[in-house]
């Protein structure tokens, strides 16, 4: 009985330290009140373009731009760097509620070296696509064996 309670304290106290993530000179309500609230009220999301609902909101941590919760979460599967000024990052603060003040700071998992590899040449692969379509169509007149090769590259490629 002892041990079940002890950690749910212990889990009950990360979840605490977890809460309220603010720098140590501001209270959390200030910071949100001038940080987070600001980066979300009446913006949209740079990925999706639909309007930013705070309870839905990720504010990345290292930058302070602002996102839906479902878009960053994609694009940090493939990237940790922000979509808008390229800052690197590890965690958002999300479920944020402006009534009571709160939100929690979410801290991403590291990416596996497997993972980042195939990121990579996905990457890479889209790259060799766009060349080959800009090589193609910088030609002229309009050379349609140089467009073939171009979209059977793309088969290739898919």
């Known amino acids: 009985m002892e041990s079940s309670s002890s950690s749910s304290s212990s889990s ?6 977890l809460l309220h993530t603010h720098t140590s000179t501001t209270s959390p309500q200030r910071f949100l009140s001038k940080r987070i609230e600001p980066a979300i009220r009446g913006k949209s999301c740079p990925i999706c373009l639909n309007h930013i609902d705070h309870r839905r909101a990720a504010v990345i941590t290292a930058c302070l731009h602002a996102y839906c919760v479902d878009c960053i979460r994609r694009w940090s599967d493939l990237k ?3 979509p808008l000024c390229n800052a ?3 965690a958002w ?5 402006l009534s009571s003040r709160t939100f929690l700071k979410h801290k991403l998992p590291e990416i596996s070296e497997d993972i980042r590899k195939l990121n990579v040449e996905v990457l890479r692969s889209r790259r060799r696509v766009l060349v080959a379509e800009r090589r ?3 030609e002229s007149p309009f050379n349609i064996e140089t467009y073939d090769t171009v979209v059977e590259y793309k088969k290739l490629s898919e």
């Not at 009950?12 to 330290?17: D, E, I, K, L, P």
């Not at 603060?93 to 509620?97: A, M």
């Open 88 to 90: 690197v990052f590890d």
């Open 12 to 17: 009950s106290s990360s979840r605490r330290s």
């Open 93 to 97: 603060f999300s479920q944020i509620n």
């Open 136 to 138: 193609c169509f910088a």
């Open 80 to 82: 940790r760097n922000c």
